[in-house]
């Protein structure tokens, strides 16, 4: 029997001869579908010229590609960046301590008030530490603060806070504060450890932030703060006299957007203490700077600062 003839029947489980499949029903020897590692889109081309196909992994290395535009990722732009950071952690007073030794120390604490020129007891002292170790504990359950470098925030948060009371002319014409969006109480619970003659109002639209500042409060014994759960934009509308002499925020938004929400709530000649980034003059700028003048900008880093603005109202 000839084994090889094209009429012999295939044994049980042989399936035969292999049909020609719907992908190679075009052009002999070359199949009409593409796998995913075959060919490139004429169509589709990288920003470099060079094609690529649909679907395909980028066959570029890392190294050779080029940064978007604006995405920072720049040789150029890292080593700008790690010179920018390296010289700000240089100009605090704690600079020096990395890993994971403990900072926040009353060490840490005295050479910032010294480093501000500031005179106070060391009751006071003890407080601004007692608030810094508050604050890292409540931090485990409640998002006072980022959680990032979560001890480097807090003592920056403690200069910043003190650095616009070695301003004498905002210091002399004020007694009272509103602290908008305090979240763990900077700069409000510090000024009000700082300066015991301030009376100092704590607010934050969130009840879990207002319940752990009152928490603060009562185990710092700080009678001269008062904490509210309330909105700023509504706020006049609940308070019996909503005349402060400053009102102050860090990290709350826009000045276009705070500087509607403290207007009401300012007295005539009354102080804005913004905390903001570069943009901060650029947004100053375009607001009536007939009404809100400029008396001081402190810079906290190279590109970091705080905005000191008076309003004056044109009907005062």
């Known amino acids: 029997m000839n084994r090889n003839s094209s009429d012999a029947k295939p044994k049980p489980g042989n399936r035969g001869p292999r049909k020609p499949s719907s992908r190679s029903a075009g052009k002999p020897g070359k199949p009409s579908g593409k796998?995913?590692?075959?060919?490139?889109?004429?169509?589709?081309?990288?920003?470099d010229g060079r094609r690529t196909g649909k679907g395909r992994a980028s066959s570029v290395h890392r190294s050779e590609r080029k940064p978007a535009p604006g995405s920072g990722t720049s040789d150029a732009g890292r080593r700008r960046k790690?010179?920018?950071?390296?010289?700000?952690?240089a100009a605090y007073p704690w600079s020096g301590v990395t890993g994971d030794v403990e900072i926040i120390t009353s060490t840490a604490v005295e050479q910032i008030v010294d480093d501000l020129g500031l005179e106070l007891p060391p009751e006071r002292r003890q407080k601004l530490l007692d608030h810094l170790l508050?604050?890292?504990?409540i931090n485990r359950d409640i998002n006072l603060i980022s959680r990032k470098s979560e001890n480097e925030v807090l003592l920056v948060s403690l200069w910043e806070s003190l650095l616009c009371l070695q301003n004498e002319r905002w210091r002399s014409k004020v007694s009272t504060i509103l602290d908008l969006g305090t979240g763990g109480g900077f700069p409000g619970i510090c000024?009000?450890?700082?300066?015991?003659?301030?009376?100092?109002?704590?607010l934050d639209s969130r009840r879990a932030k207002t319940l752990a500042l009152k928490r603060m409060v009562?185990?710092?014994?700080?009678?001269?703060?008062?904490?509210?759960?309330?909105?700023?934009?509504?706020?006049?509308?609940?308070?019996?006299?909503?005349?402060?002499?400053?009102?102050?925020a860090r990290y709350v938004g826009m000045?276009?957007?705070?500087?509607?929400?403290?207007?009401?709530?300012?007295?005539?000649?009354?102080?804005?203490?913004?905390?903001?980034?570069?943009?901060?003059?650029?947004?100053?700028k375009v607001l009536e700077t007939t009404t809100w003048k400029m008396i001081d900008h402190k810079n906290l880093s190279s590109h970091r600062g705080v905005l000191f603005l008076q309003y004056q109202p044109?009907?005062?």
């Open 35 to 47: 796998r995913r590692d075959q060919g490139a889109d004429p169509k589709r081309k990288r920003p």
């Open 82 to 89: 790690r010179k920018t950071l390296s010289s700000d952690k």
């Open 134 to 137: 508050l604050v890292r504990e």
């Open 191 to 202: 000024l009000a450890v700082a300066a015991p003659d301030l009376a100092v109002t704590l």
């Open 218 to 248: 009562q185990e710092l014994d700080l009678k001269n703060v008062t904490v509210l759960h309330d909105r700023a934009e509504t706020l006049p509308a609940h308070l019996d006299d909503p005349s402060f002499d400053c009102v102050t």
């Open 255 to 284: 000045l276009k957007e705070i500087v509607p929400w403290s207007a009401p709530l300012l007295k005539p000649d009354g102080f804005l203490l913004i905390w903001k980034g570069a943009e901060g003059i650029k947004e100053w």
């Open 314 to 316: 044109a009907d005062a």
